[in-house]
């Protein structure tokens, strides 16, 4: 019986079928994903569970279009994204995708307000919508309570700071669908907690769909569905054998 993940709701956003991904390293190639299936419903909250090293970042990865599958595809929308050009992806990427990481990647030398609209700044076509776009991201700023922060350095934030402005930045395209790797794996459980209120709000709250990479069983609680990464493919919850 394949281990396929199918979305609960009829209107498909994210689809994988026969995800393979491996690594070349050295004389040994690393066969990481192995035929992941899954299908993920519209405003739907995913989470994806699985041992450390079992490819869940590596998947993440390749959903959103940042690495390229070794065979497979993904499908978004209507739109299949390996079988555009690079170019067109990382636009489509751009506009449809928001990537919230453990380790927040923001730019230091850039100020939290410069941070938030770096997404947008590949759409900017005419200096008259700059102001449109900064009021934007000072609006995602307050959302997310940092708006008295606006010209601080990442620097000068706490982590659970420097993920709210990860997170305002990963919204300022207003994304269709949120890739979320541990988002709360470096802060502390209250933190963390206020993070996930933030992100839920942000996106399953309005429609906009949620894939979530997490250890934690608790906030994977928080969501519709929970998968489990196993031998480099995706089972629901239920259907894995019990450990
Ligand atoms: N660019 C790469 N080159 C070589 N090997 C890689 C690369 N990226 C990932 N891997 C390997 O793929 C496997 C899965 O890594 P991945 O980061 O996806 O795991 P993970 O499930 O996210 O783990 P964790 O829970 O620790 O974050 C690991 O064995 C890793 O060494
Ligand atoms: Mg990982």
Not at 82 to 92: D, H, N, P, Y
Not at 128 to 137: F, H, L, M
Request: net charge neutral; glycine share 10%; aromatic share 4%.
């Amino acid at each position: 019986m394949s281990m396929t993940a199918k979305a609960t709701e009829q209107d498909i956003v994210l689809e994988a079928r026969d995800v393979h991904r491996s690594f070349q390293l050295l004389r040994n190639r690393v066969h990481v994903l192995r035929g992941v299936d899954l299908a993920v419903g519209r405003g739907e909250a995913v989470s994806i569970m699985g041992a450390s090293g079992a490819g869940k970042s590596t998947l993440l990865h390749v959903l959103g279009g940042l690495d390229r599958p070794t065979r497979g595809a993904v499908r978004i929308e209507e739109h299949d994204l390996f079988g555009m050009s690079a170019a067109r992806r990382t636009e489509f990427r751009s506009r449809s995708i928001g990537f919230v990481f453990q380790a927040y990647h923001l730019l230091p030398e850039l100020d939290v307000l410069e941070n938030v609209l770096l997404p947008a700044m590949r759409h900017m076509n005419w200096v008259g919508q700059a102001g449109r776009y900064r009021a934007k991201a000072a609006d995602l700023l307050e959302q997310v309570g940092l708006k008295e922060r606006a010209a601080h350095r990442p620097m000068e934030l706490s982590g659970g700071e420097q993920q709210r402005v990860a997170l305002a930045r990963a919204l300022m395209n207003d994304p269709q669908i949120v890739l979320a790797d541990e988002p709360t794996g470096n802060l502390d459980s209250e933190t963390g907690e206020m993070i996930l209120n933030h992100l839920f709000a942000l996106t399953r709250d309005r429609g906009h769909t949620l894939i979530l990479v997490t250890h934690n069983e608790a906030v994977a609680e928080r969501c519709d569905r929970t998968l489990h990464m196993l031998d480099g493919r995706i089972g629901e919850a239920g259907a894995l054998p019990a450990p």
